[in-house]
C-alpha cells in the first residue's frame, strides 16, 4: 500500500467529517448524511490499507 493511498483516504474521512459537521451546523440532513456516507467509505479503505499491510508484513513482501 503506498503511502499516497493513505494519505488520501484520511483526508477522505477528514472531508467526509467536515461535511457532516457543515450539515449539522446548517441543519441539512442530507448533507450530513453524506458526510457520514464519505466517513464510512474511506473507513472501509483504510482496513483495506490495514489488511494489505498486515499481509506484506506476513509474507514479507
Do not use: Y
Amino acid at each position: 500500500m503506498t503511502m499516497g493511498d493513505k494519505i488520501k483516504h484520511g483526508a477522505e474521512e477528514l472531508a467526509g467529517k467536515a461535511k457532516e459537521a457543515t450539515g449539522r451546523a446548517t441543519d441539512n440532513p442530507d448533507l450530513q448524511a453524506e458526510g457520514q456516507g464519505d466517513q464510512a467509505s474511506a473507513n472501509l479503505k483504510q482496513a483495506g490499507d490495514k489488511a494489505k499491510d498486515a499481509a506484506n508484513d506476513v509474507f514479507g513482501r
